[in-house]
């Protein structure tokens, strides 16, 4: 479904006084493995998405599922949580902000877009977003009632399911049988009224895959905008919000 896999534990990080983003090599086993487990070691409920070497010497990342980032040194064993700064000539740079957004709009690009319910202008595309959407989030609703007027701003604006209560969820059986439905925008615009169909799956459902997807993007919550940059907007936008964000007024 996904075009890199590897993409998962890449390293992302900014060098050079341009701050130049670089892709890196992947943690090799057993090196990955190896940093894991120490991290489990000091908490076994960090649900880890992914490792990391950081730009900090001596120092990996660790991202966690909800958008935490762990800062972890396996030569002396300390390790902090939070975003890691850089002093530059205009001040401080926020290194963890930046690199989140570039690892989100490298993961973006790796999205086959067969998978996602599109609404897309009928004129001219100005700016394209993905909403991660839960059908049972309140705010999701009210955001899917935008979608006309977004369209009419130039925004084509590609659903991702994230059912928020899990794979095991009511909600996750919902959105994949909205998924593998034939007519699946009927199956949204169904649910987001609570209409339900009988539960159906298919076999090529990429329910589970947006999930693990969100997750890795650092979502804590729906809705979860994401921008072509790279930027997660968590929450509720109009129309309007959502045109300022993208700079197309």
């Given at each position: 479904m996904y075009q890199a896999v590897q993409a998962v534990f890449v390293l992302i990080f900014l060098s050079g006084p341009a701050m130049s983003q670089q892709l890196n090599p992947v943690l090799q086993e057993p090196e990955l493995s190896l940093i894991k487990a120490k991290l489990n070691k000091i908490d076994e409920n960090w649900q880890i998405a992914s490792i990391e070497k950081s730009p900090l010497t001596?120092?990996?990342?660790?991202?966690?599922?909800?958008?935490?980032?762990?800062?972890?040194?396996?030569?002396?064993?300390?390790?902090?949580?939070?975003?890691?700064?850089?002093?530059?000539?205009?001040?401080?740079?926020?290194?963890?902000?930046?690199?989140?957004?570039?690892?989100?709009?490298?993961?973006?690009?790796?999205?086959?877009?067969?998978?996602?319910?599109?609404?897309?202008?009928?004129?001219?595309?100005?700016?394209v977003?993905?909403?991660?959407?839960?059908?049972?989030?309140g705010a999701c609703r009210n955001l899917h009632k935008q979608t006309e007027a977004m369209n009419e701003l130039g925004i084509e604006i590609r659903y991702l399911?994230?059912?928020?209560?899990?794979?095991?969820?009511d909600t996750y059986?919902?959105?994949?049988?909205?998924?593998?439905?034939?007519?699946?925008?009927?199956?949204i615009e169904d649910l987001m009224i609570n209409i339900r169909s009988p539960y159906q799956s298919c076999k090529n459902s990429p329910v589970?895959?947006?999930?693990?997807?969100?997750?890795?993007?650092?979502?804590?919550?729906?809705?979860?905008?994401v921008l072509m940059d790279g930027t997660l907007l968590h929450g509720y936008r109009t129309a309007n919000q959502l045109a300022q964000a993208l700079a197309i007024f």
């Open positions: 001596g120092f990996y990342r660790a991202n966690m599922n909800g958008g935490k980032v762990i800062y972890y040194s396996d030569s002396t064993g300390y390790f902090f949580e939070g975003d890691l700064y850089k002093s530059s000539a205009t001040g401080a740079v926020n290194i963890t902000d930046i690199t989140a957004r570039a690892r989100r709009k490298m993961l973006i690009s790796t999205i086959d877009l067969s998978t996602a319910i599109v609404y897309s202008p009928q004129g001219q595309v100005k700016a977003v993905y909403a991660f959407m839960d059908v049972d989030c399911a994230y059912p928020r209560a899990g794979l095991n969820s059986h919902k959105m994949t049988t909205a998924w593998c439905a034939e007519n699946r925008k009927q199956r589970g895959e947006h999930f693990k997807l969100g997750q890795l993007m650092g979502l804590i919550g729906t809705p979860g905008i």
